[in-house]
């Protein structure tokens, strides 16, 4: 499992931390950037991971900046991508029993780093529930 991670400088900090964990737990990690805090724009990334994501170059992404609202926004701009912005353990459980979101997205200064890997890890560890659920995935697919 290749899981795919970007930020933009207000996502850094908490980017590399889910980077840490994520290789402690086993998973292949692609790191596509930003790799300081020097400021750049969050759309770029956003883009990369979900690009990475559609193509299957990775199997799921992480992306972060300052609050999650950019760059959830440019990775779900990328077709087949389902995003979903997670701010609590019981969001990051719905978000894949129900939406199957292929990234999640944090928010660097709104989220503290403790929450945010267990909100990662309710996401990894949760299963997507199918059902009258994929009919709906499915629809979001095809816009
Ligand atoms: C960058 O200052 C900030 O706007 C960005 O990280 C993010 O919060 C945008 O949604």
Request: net charge negative.
């Amino acid at each position: 499992m290749k899981i795919a991670v970007a930020s933009d400088h207000g996502g850094f900090a908490l980017k590399e931390k889910v980077k840490e964990h994520l290789m402690q737990r086993g998973f292949e990690v692609e790191d596509l950037g930003t790799h300081s805090e020097d400021s750049v724009d969050y759309p770029a990334y956003g883009k990369a991971c979900g690009e990475a994501v559609a193509s299957g170059k990775a199997d799921l992404g992480v992306v972060v900046c300052g609050t999650g609202i950019g760059i959830s926004i440019a990775a779900n701009k990328v077709k087949g991508i389902r995003c979903g912005l997670c701010t609590s353990v019981e969001m990051a459980h719905l978000a894949k029993q129900h939406n199957n979101a292929n990234i999640l997205a944090l928010g660097g200064r709104t989220t503290e780093p403790d929450l945010a890997l267990k909100i990662v890890d309710e996401w990894l560890d949760t299963e997507f529930e199918g059902g009258r659920h994929q009919r709906r995935v499915d629809m979001l697919d095809q816009m």
